[in-house]
C-alpha cells in the first residue's frame, strides 16, 4: 500500500451545525504497527486488534473526565482475550491472547471469539471506576460497540471500523440529546458515511474525507489530537513485580539460568536481572 503524505494517528472530532450530530475519524498507522510489533499475530488478530484500537480512541474522546479506559473481549473461541487501554492522552497499549491457531483469513468475528463478552472500564483520575459488559456474540465489533451506547448510553449510535496490519481507522456518529427523538439529520448523515470504504480512510487525508462526505452540510471542526503507543513498562517497575514471586522460586531461576529474563507482555521489551540486581 502506497505510503500516506498526510499527518496520520490524528483523532478529528467535529459535529454539524444544522444537525445534532457529533462526529469522530481517527487514522492510524505508526502506533498501530508499534502495537503489533514482535508479537507475530495471524493477519486476521492484527485487523481485529487495529480494530479495536480504533474504537478505544473514538470511544476515548467521548469521555467526559481525565483518566483511562480499557475495552477487553473474552470470548471461549480461538481467541482467548484482546485488550487495548488508552487514556484521554490518546496513549494506547493493547494485546491479543490466543487459545488456539488462527488462520489468516479467518475473519469471522463470531467464530475467532465464540461466546464472548465486551467489557469496558473506565478509570477517571478522580472518582469512582465503571464498568460496563455487553454481549459481543455479533457479526463484528463496531456491532457490539453500538450495542453498548444504546444501553448504556440511549444515544444512537454507529462506528465504522477498520484495519488490515498496517493501517486502522474509525468513524462514529452520534446524535447528541438535544435532538430527541428526532433521527431525520442523524439518517442522512449516517447514508453519506456509509459511502467511505476502508481503502479510502487510509489513503485520503482527513480534510478529503469529510470533504468527500460532508461538503454540502455545515462542520465544526476541532483540533486534532495525536494518538501514540505507550507501553509505560521499564526495569524499575518490572523488577518491583518479581518482589511478587517467592524467593525460592527466584533462586532456582537462578541457579538454573544464572539470570532472569522478562519481556513485557505490550511491547516485548526485555530486561534481565541477576542475583545482585535482586
Known amino acids: 500500500m502506497t505510503n500516506t503524505h498526510y499527518p496520520t494517528d490524528q483523532l478529528y472530532r467535529y459535529t454539524f451545525t444544522d444537525q445534532d450530530v457529533r462526529g469522530e475519524l481517527v487514522q492510524l498507522s505508526t502506533s498501530y504497527q508499534r502495537m ?7 493477519a486476521s488478530v492484527q485487523r481485529l486488534l487495529g480494530e479495536l484500537m480504533a474504537a478505544t480512541v473514538l470511544l476515548s474522546a467521548t469521555l467526559k473526565f481525565e483518566g483511562h479506559i480499557n475495552l477487553q473481549i473474552q470470548g471461549d473461541g480461538p481467541i482467548n482475550f484482546m485488550t487495548v487501554n488508552g487514556s484521554h492522552h490518546q496513549e494506547l497499549r493493547g494485546l491479543a491472547r490466543l487459545r488456539e491457531a488462527v488462520a489468516d483469513d479467518q ?17 477517571p483520575e478522580n472518582g469512582e471506576r465503571y464498568q460496563g459488559v455487553v454481549d459481543a456474540n455479533m457479526d463484528s465489533l463496531a456491532q457490539v460497540i453500538e450495542s453498548y451506547f444504546t444501553q448504556s448510553e440511549q444515544l444512537h449510535t454507529r462506528i465504522w471500523l477498520h484495519g488490515d496490519g498496517e493501517h486502522a481507522a474509525g468513524m462514529f456518529l452520534q446524535v447528541m440529546p438535544a435532538a430527541g427523538h428526532d433521527l431525520t439529520g442523524f439518517k442522512h448523515l449516517e447514508t453519506l458515511t456509509e459511502t467511505m470504504t476502508a481503502t479510502e480512510l487510509y489513503t485520503l487525508s482527513s480534510s478529503e474525507i469529510l470533504h468527500r462526505l460532508y461538503h454540502q452540510e455545515q462542520i465544526e471542526l476541532y483540533a486534532p489530537q495525536p494518538v501514540r503507543f505507550h507501553c509505560g513498562c521499564s526495569r524499575d517497575a518490572t523488577l518491583a513485580a518479581l518482589a511478587a514471586v517467592s524467593p525460592e522460586e527466584l533462586q532456582a531461576i537462578l541457579a538454573e539460568d544464572g539470570e532472569i529474563v522478562m519481556n513485557c507482555d ?13
Open 36 to 42: 503489533i510489533q514482535g508479537h507475530d499475530y495471524p
Open 107 to 123: 475473519n469471522d468475528f463470531r467464530t475467532l471469539f465464540g461466546k464472548a463478552v465486551l467489557i469496558i472500564t473506565l478509570t
Open 266 to 278: 505490550y511491547c516485548r521489551s526485555e530486561y534481565r536481572f541477576t542475583a545482585k540486581d535482586l
